[in-house]
């Protein structure tokens, strides 16, 4: 049984394919990808960027993005693209951060480590002076 859902681009209702939009926006964005790869392609367009390309083809950043991160455009052919860092918004060409969005999740993760190591201790020392406690307790009442 095929498995039918809406089209995220249009909201036609489509049979689920690994593109994840329909057969109908996929022509349309070949079309597009067409117009974007035709511009890039010619020597001296080779180091342009995103806006110059948004100029020239009326392909939008979205889009031109898009292609990237899929990699249908490489970034090793074409320096000058990118998209969009999850996290702030800054240009990359790999992954889904940037280096510095990287490194301050990892910073982040670390100070997390160990406020969990300290709260870890801090219960086990509370339950040792607890039983501690405790055997005194029954010490003294069974004295
Ligand atoms: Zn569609
Ligand atoms: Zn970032």
């Known amino acids: 049984m095929p498995e039918l859902d809406n089209c995220p681009k249009c ?16 022509k349309e964005e070949d079309k597009l990808f067409e117009k974007v790869y035709e511009f890039i392609r010619k020597r001296e367009n080779r180091t342009a960027g ?6 020239a083809t009326g392909v939008s950043e979205d889009t031109i993005m898009r292609f ?10 074409f320096p000058n693209l990118g998209y969009r860092c999850e996290r702030c918004g800054r240009l990359i060409n ?10 301050n999740i990892q910073s982040d993760l670390k100070a997390h480590t160990k406020t ?16 501690t406690y405790y055997s005194v307790d029954t010490k003294i009442k069974r004295d």
């Open 50 to 55: 995103i806006a110059q390309i948004v100029e």
């Open 68 to 77: 990237v991160k899929e990699g249908r455009l490489r970034t090793t052919q």
């Open 11 to 26: 909201g036609r209702l489509y049979v689920r394919n690994i593109h994840g939009i329909c057969d109908v926006c996929r």
């Open 116 to 131: 969990e190591e300290i709260r870890k201790k801090r219960e086990e020392a509370e339950k040792k002076a607890a039983h």
């Open 94 to 103: 790999k992954g889904k951060l940037c280096q510095d969005c990287l490194e």
